[in-house]
């Protein structure tokens, strides 16, 4: 039987491994489950950032994604 996850919380966990950005960023487009994803304080680049942006345009299940005490420019937060 498989679990289904509703919730995905790395706060406070840091990111700056290239393979577990694109697994999340892969994570992000394709799960249609996940309503909620915590990414507080993870240290994501920028770059890692845009990926997420572009990510969420594919998925429309996501209700809320957390990315405080994360350096964003404007240029991100125009994206996302």
């Keep these: 039987?498989?679990?289904?996850?509703?919730?995905l919380n790395l706060f406070n966990t840091k990111l700056n491994d290239q393979g577990t950005i694109n697994a999340l960023v892969k994570l992000i487009k394709n799960n249609k489950n996940i309503e909620k994803i915590d990414l507080s304080n993870t240290g994501?680049?920028?770059k890692c950032q845009i990926?997420?942006?572009k990510?969420?345009?594919k998925n429309k299940n996501l209700?809320?994604?957390d990315l405080s005490?994360?350096?964003l420019t404007e240029e991100e937060l125009e994206q996302i």
């Design 63 to 65: 209700k809320e994604i």
């Design 51 to 53: 990926e997420i942006a």
């Design 55 to 57: 990510a969420l345009k």
């Design 44 to 46: 994501l680049s920028s």
């Design 1 to 7: 039987k498989r679990i289904k996850i509703s919730e």
């Design 69 to 71: 005490e994360n350096e």
